[in-house]
Nanobody, 128 residues
Framework: QVPLGEPGGGLVQAGGSLRSSCTTS????????MGWFRQAPGKEREFVAA????????TYADSVKGRFTISRDNAKNTVYLQMDSLKPDDTAVYYC?????????????????????WGQGTQVAVSS
């Protein structure tokens, strides 16, 4: 059973906003870093954003910096990705990921190989 669920994708016009959420069930990652990655058709999966266990440090890909915001609510076992000023290049399947190896790490990682738990993905499409 995949413990990461990701509602919140959809279709939006360029310049619009979407908010994706990722809720864990059956397992808690409140003491571990979590991240968002995306994969566009014909491209490799790429890092979008990551956040430490307590929300103290966030890291972003240059392509989304200033437009996307990652946050988490450990009481709700949920991590969010607020996407503003969306561009057609943001069109992709977005995946939530969680680590379970580095307890209370203070520096989130950007390589997808470091994350052992993955959601099934949610489609985000941005029209021009």
């Amino acid at each position: 059973q995949v413990p990461l669920g990701e509602p919140g994708g959809g279709l939006v016009q360029a310049g619009g906003s979407l908010r994706s959420s990722c809720t864990t069930s059956g397992r808690t990652f409140s003491n571990y870093e979590m991240g968002w990655f995306r994969q566009a058709p014909g491209k490799e999966r790429e890092f979008v954003a990551a956040i430490t266990w307590n929300g103290g440090t966030m890291t972003y890909a240059d392509s989304v910096k200033g437009r996307f915001t990652i946050s988490r609510d450990n009481a709700k076992n949920t991590v969010y990705l607020q996407m503003d000023s969306l561009k057609p290049d943001d069109t992709a399947v977005y995946y939530c990921a969680a680590d379970s190896t580095r307890y209370r790490s203070t520096s989130p990682r950007i390589n997808y190989e470091n994350y052992g738990w993955w959601g099934q993905g949610t489609q985000v499409a941005v029209s021009s």
